[in-house]
């Protein structure tokens, strides 16, 4: 599995961006979806997970209710919309393909990983 990410920019607090993971591989939709992120000096951690079948969806306590996670199927991507962004949501963001098809929260329970893609937020 190959995933690309895109979406980095720089926004002031307040501001909306949007992330997008293209997936590839001939069994991508065997594997749940996750984004993570990583700040300076900070662990990776959970951000949002999803299974292809957009049954399974899971957030991080602090981005409910900013944060949307969805899947195009047919374009094999994943977007995350991240609302009313705050100075803390300031960090590397991954995406990443996880070996089940129920999105887990911890890096262990994923297998592939995207190049991070930075988000800033400015105050």
């Known amino acids: 599995v190959q995933l690309q990410a895109s979406g980095r920019g720089l926004v002031q607090a307040g501001g909306s961006l949007r992330l997008s993971c293209a997936a590839s591989?001939?069994?991508?939709?065997?594997?749940?979806m996750g984004w993570f992120r990583q700040a300076p000096g900070k662990e990776r951690e959970f951000v949002a997970g999803?299974?292809?079948?957009?049954?399974?969806?899971y957030y991080a306590d602090s981005v409910k209710g900013r944060f949307s996670i969805s899947i195009d199927i047919p374009k094999n991507t994943v977007y995350m919309q991240m609302n009313n962004l705050k100075p803390d949501d300031t960090a590397v963001y991954y995406c990443?393909?996880?070996?089940?098809?129920?999105?887990?929260?911890?890096?262990?329970?994923?297998?592939?990983w995207g190049q991070g893609t930075q988000v800033t937020v400015s105050s």
């Open positions: 591989g001939r069994t991508v939709s065997a594997y749940a």
């Open positions: 990443a393909a996880g070996g089940t098809t129920v999105p887990g929260r911890t890096r262990n329970d994923y297998h592939y």
């Open positions: 999803i299974s292809w079948s957009g049954t399974f969806i």
